[in-house]
């Protein structure tokens, strides 16, 4: 199983034929449902699955790498838990990984009734939700227990572990984490998870679920927030987590959606590392470092993925990896036309450097009339569409360009290249005039020689006024390094030496580190 949707916008769902099932990405698993000639009906119920061939040793479970979380589902069946006397059961041959009191190890869930819940399993009834009776109450109540918290502000004042954490969160109750109290989460073996879970919401307005001066550490666990679809028809309440989030080993975010896409707001000074994982949901960046250090992998397909949305007028310095289209109905089932990478505003840099894999698409559709934001990184990888909506004058700059700028201007996309000469010989070379993509008065020649020993490139410009500023950008993936008038790049155990030659008389020169750290 995979993020997202089948191309023909049915939800993956429950296969009994006993096959071992690796899960990647925000995966769901839907039961009790069929979608025989394109659709859906309720099977009669219980019905029972089993993942994994007959006699298994090993565990037919299996996760396909971090940020990776299954979601066992029952929206038809809800009232009926699954495990229970008249809820679906799923049992997996050659077991799972549990704690002795049958807490599942792996990232694995209930979704049942617009709410995510811990599971449990066990040979006779497979997977269980957690009952209240499995839940401690009271954040203190120690480093083995997972704690559930429903519709009540709550203050931690000092420090305390735990194993995990459901919080139902509510308007005007939140969890604050005091200055000082740091509430690490997890065994910093198996992923350690949050689940957000809204209590019924008469507004789309925001609510805070985690604030405070203090820390969410998930310690050397994969930290995981998870957070339940919409109700159709009824509003959200994206939850706001805004006390800083510490770990070493990335955090991954996901949502559960069938039809409309939750969301969830990060604006604490979060330093975790090892990167961050978006799927099925769209997280807004409100804060300086909501993505902490490392790249932001952002999944999905064409119908209703993850996305990494910016709100205010800041530079991101994380590197990007995208795939699909992001978010793309809101919470009363309208189309809304939106990006993995998404622009809410106006005066948002992203410095670092912008991978597709496959397909994806940038948007700036909530954004304002003639709003301006900027990539300064490399774009590359798969095809990518960009989306500005109906607004008028809505921009998203491109600054990566690979050559000589005057005045930080970016080259003119209408100029005409031509080539000037080319000659043959021992040393072959060829000068092609640039001119035209230079403000007016420039002229700009660049001038490329095969020599014996190596490649020359000289550029040459004159008409510059006094004061002009002249930039010669490389964007690379190599590790870039100063080294008094050279500069040493290093990838894949190689070095390539970049010595400039400035001839005497000449205007003065400043070599200098690029904001981000992969490029010069």
């Not at 979704?111 to 009271?138: H, Q, V």
């Not at 040493?488 to 400035?502: A, C, I, M, P």
């Amino acid at each position: 199983l995979g993020s997202g949707y089948t191309t023909d916008k049915r939800p993956l769902y429950a296969n009994a034929d006993g096959a071992s099932l690796i899960y990647r990405g925000a995966a769901r698993l839907e039961l009790g449902q069929d979608n025989g000639d394109g659709a859906f009906s309720v099977r009669p119920v219980p019905q029972t699955y089993t993942i994994g061939p007959t006699g298994a040793t090993a565990l037919a479970l299996v996760r396909g790498g971090k940020g990776s979380v299954l979601r066992l589902s029952d929206r038809m069946n809800s009232g009926n838990p699954i495990g229970s006397a008249n809820g679906n059961k799923v049992f997996v041959n050659g077991g799972i990984e549990t704690r002795e009191d049958g807490l599942v190890l792996a990232p694995v869930f209930g979704s049942r009734a617009y709410k995510m819940n811990f599971l449990k399993y066990d040979e006779t009834n497979g997977f269980t939700e957690f009952g209240d009776a499995d839940y401690a109450t009271a954040l203190d109540a120690g480093a083995d227990k997972v704690v559930k918290i429903s519709g009540t502000a709550t203050t931690l004042s000092s420090d305390a572990t735990i194993a995990g954490l459901r919080l139902d969160y509510a308007e005007n109750k939140p969890l604050t984490i005091a200055e000082g109290a740091t509430l690490t989460v997890g065994d910093g073996v198996h992923p350690a998870a949050i689940i957000l879970n809204t209590v019924y919401a008469t507004s789309t307005l925001s609510w805070t679920a985690i604030n405070g001066a203090g820390a969410i550490d998930f310690g050397a666990s994969e930290g995981l927030l998870v957070k339940p679809e919409r109700q159709h028809g009824d509003y959200d309440a994206p939850p706001v987590v805004s006390a800083a989030i510490h770990g070493r080993n990335g955090l991954t975010v996901v949502g559960d959606n069938l039809s409309q896409n939750p969301m969830l707001y990060l604006s604490g000074a979060n330093d975790y590392a090892g990167g961050t994982f978006i799927d099925m949901i769209e997280v807004r960046a409100s804060g300086a470092s909501p993505f902490g250090a490392g790249p932001v992998t952002v999944r999905g397909r064409r119908i209703n993925g993850g996305a990494a949305a910016f709100g205010s007028a800041r530079t991101y310095t994380n590197d990007f990896v995208i795939t699909g289209y992001g978010r793309n109905y809101d919470c009363f089932r309208s189309y809304y036309a939106s990006g993995a990478l998404h622009f809410r505003t106006s005066g948002t840099v992203l410095a670092g450097n912008v991978r597709v894999d496959e397909y994806a698409r940038i948007s700036a559709t909530d954004a304002a009339s003639n709003a301006v934001n900027t990539i300064s990184g490399v774009i590359s990888g798969g095809d990518l569409q960009f989306i500005y909506g109906a607004a008028a004058g809505k921009k998203i700059v491109l600054e990566g360009h690979n050559t000589l700028t005057v005045d930080g201007q970016p080259h003119s996309v209408t100029g005409d290249v031509h080539v000037a000469s080319i000659r043959d010989g021992d040393q072959p070379e060829a000068i092609l005039d640039l001119s035209p993509l230079y403000p007016d008065g420039v002229s700009a020649y660049r001038r490329g020689r095969l020599e014996r020993d190596g490649f020359t490139l000289s550029d040459v410009l004159t008409g510059l006024g006094s004061g002009s500023s002249v930039t010669w950008r490389m964007l690379t993936r190599a590790k870039a390094r100063i080294e008094g008038e050279s500069v040493v790049l290093e990838q894949g155990g190689r070095t390539l030496t970049l010595s400039r030659n400035v001839p005497e008389g000449a205007s003065s020169w400043q070599l200098e580190q690029a904001p981000h750290g992969a490029e010069w």
